[in-house]
């Protein structure tokens, strides 16, 4: 008995714990602070048609973290969810993705190049998500039709009437939407007719082993077959082979992104894979 409650104790006081509890707790302070410091990046992977010409691109947070180095938005955005940073977070991508979209307007190379934005559910719940949207295109001159907002089926499930009412606030502005890692989630076919979407984004899991699953590329036959009769355009993500890119366009997949085509990379480096495409 004493033994087991001495074991515990131990355990409560382990330093390697302890020291995850303050590195939480410092990164949760530092994750507060990232919009004032400018730690913020915005890294860009384009999309691609079926002819190999760039439609726009995804826009991918990076936090440059002056000892970490580059941080993933796998190991901060969890966090910043549960932390509600999330949300300053947020509207810092969509601003400035937004200010981008309005310098791409006035290059005839760039003019028609759409954005795709990731949306957190703690976001999209927030009050006044949709003024904010409102507001960040009105205040940078962005054309809405470019600016696309993905959302995942976790977040739409969540609270469908309360996604399907914000969505069509949305596109009145001029918005437009993308299901992204769809197939991952639950959504059945009576919520996606109901839903105001413009896009399904093909979760890269399907598409990873499309060439040698027969039931990855059945899936996916499926969920472009379905798109097709739901009238919406499909996109598939981690395409990073030839072979792929290839079945997915047997098929009917009407746009492309992954490592094939490029990596997600800071402005100037995506604007130089622009001028070769
Ligand atoms: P996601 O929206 O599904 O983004 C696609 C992820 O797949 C990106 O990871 C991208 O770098 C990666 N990827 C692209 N092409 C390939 C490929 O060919 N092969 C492989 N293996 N991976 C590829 P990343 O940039 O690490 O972002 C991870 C996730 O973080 C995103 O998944 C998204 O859910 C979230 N995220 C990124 N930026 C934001 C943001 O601004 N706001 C919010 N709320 N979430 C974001
Ligand atoms: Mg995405
Ligand atoms: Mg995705
Ligand atoms: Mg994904």
């Not at 990731?118 to 927030?126: D, I, Y």
């Not at 003024?131 to 809405?144: D, E, M, Y």
Request: charge should be negative; aromatic fraction near 8%.
């Amino acid at each position: 008995q004493a033994k087991t409650a001495g074991r515990n104790a131990i355990r409560f006081y382990d330093p390697v714990m302890q020291a995850s509890i303050e590195a939480r707790a410092e990164l949760e302070e530092e994750l507060r602070q990232v919009v004032e410091r400018n730690q913020l990046r915005l890294y860009y992977q384009v999309q691609m048609d079926s002819s190999n010409r760039p439609l726009g691109a995804e826009v991918l947070l990076r936090w440059q973290h002056p000892e970490r180095g580059l941080v993933s938005p796998a190991q901060f955005i969890p966090m910043a969810e549960e932390t509600g940073h999330i949300v300053p977070i947020g509207l810092w991508v969509l601003q400035t993705a937004c200010t981008q979209l309005k310098v791409w307007q006035s290059d005839p190379l760039t003019c028609d190049l759409t954005l795709a934005v990731n949306v957190s559910a703690k976001q999209f719940r927030s009050m006044d998500f949709v003024s904010q949207v409102q507001r960040t295109l009105a205040q940078s001159g962005a054309k809405p039709s470019l600016l696309k907002l993905e959302l995942t089926e976790s977040l739409v499930l969540e609270n469908v009437e309360d996604t399907i009412a914000k969505m069509r606030e949305l596109k009145l502005l001029g918005v437009s939407f993308s299901m992204d890692d769809f197939g991952t989630g639950y959504s059945s076919l009576q919520y996606l007719k109901r839903l105001p979407l413009d896009q399904i984004k093909i979760d890269q899991s399907f598409v990873r082993d499309i060439a040698s699953d027969s039931n990855d590329a059945a899936i996916v036959q499926t969920i472009i077959a379905m798109s097709e009769v739901l009238g919406l355009n499909v996109i598939a993500e981690g395409v990073e082979t030839e072979a792929q890119r290839e079945f997915l366009d047997l098929r009917g997949c009407h746009a492309f992104q992954g490592y094939l085509f490029g990596r997600p990379a800071p402005l100037a480096e995506f604007e130089a894979i622009l001028r070769k495409a």
